[in-house]
């Protein structure tokens, strides 16, 4: 079974702290999807990030896809009440199979 | 244009007890995918159609089945309910031919088995 682990489980952090959510598994991916999910609602997609060393910049968030594809993470500069989620990472095999990780749940506080 | 629609949005039901659900894709979306979404387990694949064909499936028992119409409306049906099956079960499309596109996400039906 492949595993995407993401990590911290959880992050409870105040306002204006910076902050990475890490997505890490042991298999290689042809490219990498960061979602968020807000409270009553579904997963929307951020970014899709490709070739292996990528770095991506959304605003105040910058995603970035490991050398080796296989792992990812998700920086947010001076985190705002509005980034509070659940921050999902989820890879594609080249078996052409996507597989959700196991969830960042962030709360920043103002 | 209008998203991914699912209803019911909420629903309990009992023990051994059957559920139907629905999802409406983004309009010229033809493939549709099912999530289960729950605090312990995350977000498991259930299954993907693409034109009316399932393409996909995720590692869960046969009580697990679902289908896609013409219009590539797609319905899950979950039978003889446990209380393991409480979770919000999310349909996804995408206009690719597979699931590994951007995934639109519905709101999602919240199931709750007493």
Redesign the interface.
């Known amino acids: 079974t492949q595993l995407l682990e993401q990590s911290p489980q959880f992050l409870s952090i105040q306002e204006g702290e910076n902050l990475t959510v890490y997505c890490n598994s042991s298999s290689v991916f042809s490219s990498l999807q960061w979602y968020r999910q807000e409270p009553g609602e579904g997963p929307v997609l951020l970014v899709t990030v490709v070739t292996g060393g990528e770095v991506k910049k959304l605003k105040r968030l910058t995603f970035q896809f490991g050398d080796a594809r296989k792992d990812s993470s998700l920086h947010i500069t001076a985190a705002q009440p509005g980034d509070t989620g659940l921050y999902l990472c989820a890879g594609v095999l080249n078996t052409d199979k996507l597989i959700f990780g196991t969830g960042t749940r962030l709360q920043v506080f103002p | 244009k209008a998203g991914?629609t699912q209803t019911p949005r909420y629903l309990i039901k009992t023990r051994g007890q059957q559920v139907t659900l629905s999802c409406s894709p983004i309009s010229g979306h033809r493939s549709v995918s099912w999530?289960q979404q729950t605090p312990g387990q995350?977000?498991?694949?259930l299954f993907e159609y693409f034109s009316e064909t399932q393409r996909?499936k995720g590692n869960f028992p046969g009580r697990f089945s679902g289908r896609q119409f013409s219009n590539s409306r797609s319905e899950m049906n979950v039978s003889t309910l446990e209380l393991g099956d409480s979770a919000l079960y999310?349909c996804?499309s995408s206009s690719r031919g597979?699931?590994?596109g951007?995934?639109?996400?519905?709101?999602?039906s919240r199931l709750t088995v007493l």
């Open positions: 991914v999530y995350g977000l498991q694949f996909n999310l996804a597979s699931n590994t951007e995934l639109f996400f519905g709101e999602g």
